[in-house]
């Protein structure tokens, strides 16, 4: 009797810990280190918190797997293999502040709307910190997968007078294509969830049906698109 | 025995009380984000926000930082110093951001000077345009001072994500145990 009820206290205490210290972001329920990442045990937690380091964004959601098909003009599920220069600008931005980007290069697996192939590589621009750099991405960047669904931003620039200059890879003429904040989501053979760069799986509206892993993601997405 | 069994009672309660009770079920960790260097948050407009359709809605949101917390703020008018704790900017934001916070320069782990991005155009898609960038604007600020995003019925603020649900003031300000960590860190 005495052992049941250590043990029952010790649960209720745990459970009153983990309550009481309140709302952690989802994120830290993936959470990996370093030497597990390299042991072929990646996970994207490194990446996203590198990517995401000091920056916050506000963005408009996309309120469905329905919006989210209606609104993008590539959806592809694939492997990232590569985080390089993003697009810059024609004038540098003002005593050295700018908004930086990466390319992120995914291998394709599979396609669920707009124009690639399997096995061919798409190029999506993501908005990091100023403290990340492609170099460091990359690093982290190994062995994760990915789903992404993409804007074509070709056309856009970031004020009037100044003309994006495009990465390497992405030739003039093809589209220049950017991740949704919350179209962009990274799972590793660590990781139990998929994780957002700039989102959070609890911010998702209803209508995604709480997906958790890519699997659940793409199942939305493919639903929808049919 | 009997000591255990009140013991467990007692422990039980308060795992409970701190799941449902609305104080503690909102609780938040703080920062969530990061600290600026100070509470004194300096802030400058840049050329293009000042010239921008509401350059208003920057003074807006650093009225409402320094007459709802403890913090102070001060305009230093138009951005030049690395050191001034907020620059404020009115840019074309890429695909559906709204609004961006960044800490641009580290002292640390705190922040020495924050960009506050605004993305006018996005922000007036749908209704309500002049609270939404309200909203966006103490939302931003928000960021720079240590909070991170809130969901609707965790903390009904300013700290949500996306497009105001209403016009109710709530969505223009910062909640009330958001305000509690501020205040005894500054």
Known sequence: MFKRYVIAMTAAAAAAFFALTGCAGDRSATTGTASEAQADTASATQLASAAARGLELDYDKLASPAAAVAASELIVRGTLVGVTDGISYSKAGQAGRSVPYVTLVIKVDSVLKGTAAAGSTVYAQLNISSSADAAQLAKAAQNLKVVAVLDDISGWTPAKGVTVVRPKGVAAGDPLYLAFPDGLWLQGAADKAMVGVHAERAEMSSAWGAPQTLDQFWAALGKAAK | ?186
């Not at chain 2, 013991?7 to 984000?33: D, H, M, N, R």
């Not at chain 2, 920057?58 to 690395?82: E, H, P, R």
């Not at chain 2, 050191?83 to 890429?94: G, Q």
């Not at chain 2, 559906?96 to 922040?111: K, L, M, N, Y």
């Open chain 2, 1 to 186: 025995m009997r000591r255990f069994r009140i013991a467990l009672i007692a422990i039980i309660a308060a795992a409970a009380g701190s799941l449902f009770l609305p104080g503690q079920a909102s609780a938040t960790v703080y920062p969530e984000t990061w600290l600026p260097d100070s509470g004194l948050h300096t802030y400058c407009f840049t050329g293009g926000f000042s010239s921008s359709i509401d350059p208003g809605t920057g003074t807006y949101a650093m009225n409402i930082l320094d007459s709802t917390t403890d913090m102070t703020i001060s305009n230093l008018g138009a951005c030049s110093a690395n050191t001034t704790d907020v620059w404020w900017w009115s840019l074309d934001l890429a695909g559906t951001i709204r609004g961006q916070a960044e800490c641009i320069f580290w002292s640390g782990s705190v922040c020495d000077s924050a960009d506050v991005r605004i993305d006018f155009a996005q922000i007036d898609i749908g209704d309500n345009d002049i609270a939404d960038r309200d909203k966006t604007s103490v939302h931003e600020i928000g960021h720079t001072i240590g909070l991170g995003h809130h969901s609707p019925g965790e903390h009904n603020c300013a700290m949500i994500s996306g497009e105001i649900p209403s016009l109710d003031i709530q969505w223009r300000r910062y909640h009330a145990h958001d305000i509690s960590h501020i205040n005894a860190q500054f």
